[in-house]
């Protein structure tokens, strides 16, 4: 299966992927932060390029309601972030999981299918995060834990604090490979 990772610097979810020995490529404007499969460039260059499923995390400065006061100043960037949302849901892949935190996109385009927290794959932290998915079903809870941390909206302010936000946590990324990429719950 080919899996296309859009808008991750990271590598987290791709090397997931790859440790199943599943055909995954990251693509993002940035270098990946780790070795590995990567395009740099615009992921929309390549989406007609054959792949089976597509995680896609873009970026959410104008669509998160954690933002939402800075709305009415920022209408010209929040068009193209609902533009460039939708032309993810809409690619021609035929399995499709887009994530984002809770906010714009729930109104602008429809309610997200899942709601899902670290604390449900092995991490002891909050950040709710929706996915709208396309033929593929919710992801099952791989390794509940206690423990409600709210780390990352705690963060200090910083130049790379948009990147430590936007990381997908471990153990959601080993559950995406091992129950999207397997096909354990088939739709």
Not at 86 to 110: C, F, H, Q
Not at 128 to 155: I, Q, Y
Request: hydrophobic residues 40%; proline residues 7%; charged residues 25%.
């Amino acid at each position: 299966m080919r899996v296309l990772i859009a808008c991750e610097f990271s590598g987290i979810v791709r090397d997931a992927f790859l440790k199943l020995g599943f055909d995954a490529v990251s693509c993002d404007l940035l270098d990946t932060e780790q070795p590995g499969p990567h395009i740099k460039g615009d992921v929309r260059d390549i989406l007609g390029d054959g792949w089976d499923l597509m995680i896609a995390h873009p970026p959410c400065t104008y669509l998160a309601s954690s933002g939402a006061r800075w709305w009415s100043g920022k209408k010209t960037e929040q068009k193209e972030a609902i533009s460039f949302f939708m032309e993810l849901v809409d690619a021609p892949i035929n399995k499709i999981a887009v994530e984002n935190p809770v906010g714009l996109m729930s109104t602008v385009y429809r309610k997200p299918d899942q709601y899902i927290q670290p604390y449900m794959f092995g991490h002891g932290e909050t950040k709710k995060t929706c996915l709208w998915l396309k033929n593929l079903r919710h992801l099952l809870p791989s390794n509940p834990v206690d423990g409600r941390v709210d780390r990352v909206h705690r963060l200090p302010p910083g130049p790379d604090r948009w990147k430590e936000r936007s990381r997908t946590y471990q153990g959601v990324a080993n559950a995406m490979a091992v129950q999207w990429g397997f096909n354990f719950y088939y739709v």
